[in-house]
């Protein structure tokens, strides 16, 4: 889908385009086979593949940005400091790996080679990331190579062939479920009725707890330079006047915390997983400071300039969510592995 048929689509979505009835049928047909072939998978156990340890699909029902990644970030710190060892897996996108499975190199790798996000975790977290469009095959692959105590499936909600421990589904607080309707009527990828599974449902952005599930509010705090790592706090940043450029699912959440920063950007919104090169945002900055997504980043390190930087954000859910979480570990008997010895590095 082209980045202009995309933000028009996102915008009827969720601004209730009456226009979209049209496409009813449709969606009512996605909607049927959505559920058709989530009944085949729990109808048939010996289709899903579980593996040998826990595993956490971090997922949604929506298409486009609901803060997944900012999630399996502090799912892997938040593990960590259990003492577990996680690995993650990812599918990729984007990405043309010589071959699959692909184990990342947070050190060589490339965007175009492993994909935006997977680098992006690798690169944060320094945890081994596998990438395959098969999330089984990744996931058998990473358990060879690695002793880890937990698997994270960074998406995967709806790849059910894939076993899983617990299942936490991310909704973007603003937009919510758009229309409520599934593609592509709708923004969703499965019927409503899914969120009153078993899951763990966040709202990304939202402050406080609520009935329709667990707050996950986004801290931006640092901006890091793409050339010398250097760190800045955002509050301090002294150049109200700059360029935002951002290619994710919900750009706009982007520019919003520039804003409420008080910086005045001139906003550049690219398409999901977008691809730049040099002389286009050579053409944007015309000098001034550019500011991006650090999803955006890790695709411009190899022609970085030195007034280009990403916006680093953190999600930060709260007690309530930690101690469900918590709960369904123990339930799931998350525990480090007797023959966990020191992993090694991404």
């Given amino acids: 889908m082209s980045g202009g048929l995309e933000q028009r689509l996102t915008r009827a979505w969720y601004q209730g ?20 072939r989530r009944q085949r998978y729990l109808a048939d156990p010996q289709r899903v593949w579980q593996p040998p340890v826990p595993l956490i699909v971090v997922g949604n029902i929506t298409v486009g940005g609901t803060g997944k990644t900012p999630m399996v970030v502090w799912l892997v710190d938040y593990l960590q400091q259990r003492g577990l060892r996680p690995g993650v897996i990812s599918r990729g996108y984007g990405g043309k790996p010589p071959q699959l499975p692909w184990r990342v190199d947070a050190q060589r790798d490339s965007a175009e080679r492993c994909g935006d996000e997977p680098l992006l975790v690798a690169r944060r977290c320094g945890v081994p990331v596998v990438v395959d469009p098969q999330r089984v095959r990744a996931a058998r692959f990473l358990l060879e ?21 617990l299942e936490i589904v991310m909704l973007d607080h603003q937009r919510g479920l758009g229309n409520r309707r599934c593609l592509p009527e709708g923004p969703l990828r499965e019927p ?37 790592g250097e760190q800045r706090e955002l509050v301090s940043w002294d150049q109200s006047e700059v360029v935002a450029l951002a290619g994710i ?13 008080g910086l005045h950007p001139e906003c550049h919104a690219f398409a999901d997983h977008a691809r730049y ?28 300039r030195d007034n280009w930087w990403y916006l680093r954000i953190d999600g930060e859910p709260g007690a309530a969510f930690v101690a469900a979480l918590e709960a369904r570990l123990m339930l799931a008997d998350v525990t480090p592995r007797p023959d966990s010895g020191e992993a090694d590095g991404p």
């Avoid at 385009?17 to 058709?36: C, E, K, M, T, V």
């Avoid at 499936?153 to 894939?162: E, F, I, K, N, T």
């Avoid at 699912?249 to 920063?261: H, T, V």
């Fill in 17 to 36: 385009s009456r226009w979209l009835i049209l496409l009813r049928p449709l969606s009512l047909l996605f909607g049927w086979l959505a559920r058709r």
């Fill in 145 to 165: 190579q690695q002793p880890v105590d937990v698997l994270i499936s960074d998406d995967g909600l709806q790849h059910y062939a894939l076993g899983r421990s």
């Fill in 192 to 228: 409503p009725q899914r969120l009153q599974e078993n899951v763990l449902c966040v709202r990304t952005g939202a402050m406080q707890d609520s009935a329709d599930g667990f707050a996950m509010p986004l801290r931006a705090r640092l901006l890091v330079n793409l050339q010398t």
């Fill in 249 to 261: 699912g919900n750009p706009q959440r982007f520019f919003d915390s520039l804003i409420a920063a």
């Fill in 277 to 304: 090169d040099a002389a286009l945002l050579d053409q944007l900055d015309n000098g001034r400071p550019l500011l991006m997504t650090e999803k955006d980043a890790v695709k411009c390190l190899a022609f970085a």
